[in-house]
């Protein structure tokens, strides 16, 4: 198993330019999570998901959109990058009441 | 919703000294107890996890301690070594379809040789 991949690893943004962050996994978990930590910082939810086609907010979901079309894949799109969007993200999947796999990041800088 | 307080923010050890880390938890339906840990540069790595029906879990070096009543858990980690070193999440969830864990504010760990 892969288990969760990310692309790209690392990411040069333009304000106001937009992009996608893909996050697959392998091991058919129902849930996928997005998380932003920046530097020194916790992780902070922006959206997950308990199954293919639902989605939902979470702490700070605002310029960021989430799609959810099959179980492997949990694209992140970010409309219109702002500096404020600077960050290291990362995508995590889980079964139910089990522990979360984390995928290796995608460090993003907007300029 | 749920809150978790992780403490301290930064913990400084000598190589085999212990090391203990504390979480209080607010929600008392929550009933998962991970803890993960993050190296640099990388995602983070579950390294232990408790249930609700159980008061420690013990792993070679790493336990965890869990007190429902008090609404708290610990991480102790027994004669670090310098690859301790790493930030240590927290997180606490609750079952039944509403499994989204709330994280603590992390630990730096820093273990000297």
């Known amino acids: 198993n892969a288990g969760v991949t990310q692309t790209p690893k690392f990411r040069i943004l333009k304000i106001g330019q937009s992009m996608t962050l893909q996050c697959t996994q392998d091991?058919?978990?129902?849930?996928m999570y997005w998380y932003r930590q920046d530097p020194g910082m916790g992780l902070k939810l922006i959206y997950y998901s308990v199954g293919a086609g639902i989605t939902d907010k979470g702490e700070v979901p605002n310029g960021y959109n989430v799609s959810r079309s099959t179980t492997e894949d949990f694209p992140l799109r970010l409309e219109l990058a702002a500096p404020s969007q600077t960050s290291v993200y990362f995508c995590a999947s889980s079964s139910e009441g089990n522990e979360q796999f984390f995928g290796p990041g995608t460090r993003l800088t907007v300029l | 919703g749920e809150n978790v307080e992780q403490h301290p923010s930064t913990l400084s050890v000598q190589e085999g000294d212990s090391a203990v880390i504390k979480c209080t938890y607010s929600d008392s339906a929550s009933n998962y107890f991970p803890w993960y840990k993050q190296e640099l540069g990388k995602g983070p790595q579950l390294i232990i996890d408790i249930r609700s029906n159980v008061g420690e879990k013990k792993d070679q070096r790493i336990a965890v301690t869990l007190n429902k009543t008090a609404k708290h858990f610990s991480l102790h980690i027994t004669e670090t070594q310098p690859e301790d070193s790493a930030v240590y999440f927290c997180a606490a969830s609750k079952g039944g379809g509403s499994y989204i864990p709330t994280f603590g504010r992390g630990t730096s760990l820093i273990v000297h040789p």
């Open positions: 091991m058919n978990h129902n849930y």
